[in-house]
């Protein structure tokens, strides 16, 4: 079956600093149309960066559309230094938001956040050798973040107690169960 849509128009509805939004008037496959919303956002990086004694290091910030406090991995997304390169990115963004520079960076997936309404592309990465980086590139000026360090025990207890709602860190901790289980291997 053929599932494509073709897109017939395309009006704007917003440009603002991280996302454009706009909709789209398409042609299903059975010949009727349709309108899609539809967000446009940089392509992004996370990170599961495991330090020496085995912690994961996870962030704890406030999030608007959600109005909570999360604890994320690391994460970031691409920018004029480093639209085509995913890798620098995860690099940069371990630097600004971690102070940490990796000796291991291995690729472990990507996937769109939420194919239903934004084209965002998240590179999932895993970070070891975790070293305190020697020049400090500049943190986002509105960005809050306090770190914190957990084991993979208090990492799935608090997954278990439902701490845990953002989707790439819930992927990335899965993952890293699976590798310490021995069931996957970091990519080269």
């Not at 495991?50 to 996870?58: L, N, P, R, S, V």
């Not at 920018?79 to 085509?84: I, K, P």
């Not at 592309?121 to 980086?133: D, E, S």
């Not at 770190?147 to 107690?161: F, N, W």
Request: charged share 30%; hydrophobic share 40%.
């Amino acid at each position: 079956m053929n599932f494509e849509e073709k897109v017939t128009a395309v009006a704007p509805k917003y440009h603002g600093a991280i996302i454009d939004v706009e909709n789209q008037t398409v042609m299903l496959p059975n010949g009727q149309t349709a309108h899609r919303d539809v967000v446009h956002h940089a392509d992004a990086v996370a990170m599961l960066a495991i330090t020496e004694d085995g912690k994961a290091i996870f962030e704890e910030q406030w999030r608007a559309p959600v109005a909570e406090t999360t604890l994320e991995i690391p994460a970031g997304k691409l920018d004029d230094r480093d639209r085509d390169n995913a890798k620098a990115a995860a690099i940069r963004e371990l630097n600004e938001e971690t102070r940490y520079a990796a000796s291991e960076i291995h690729e472990v997936c990507g996937f769109y956040t939420s194919a239903g309404f934004t084209d965002e592309y998240m590179t999932l990465y895993l970070v070891t050798g975790l070293k305190p980086v020697t020049t400090k590139l500049p943190q986002d000026a509105d960005e809050n973040i306090v770190l914190h360090e957990y084991t993979l025990a208090e990492t799935k207890q608090l997954l278990d107690d439902g701490k845990l709602k953002d989707q790439k860190t819930i992927t990335a901790v899965y993952y890293w169960q699976l590798l310490e289980a021995g069931l996957v291997k970091p990519k080269d």
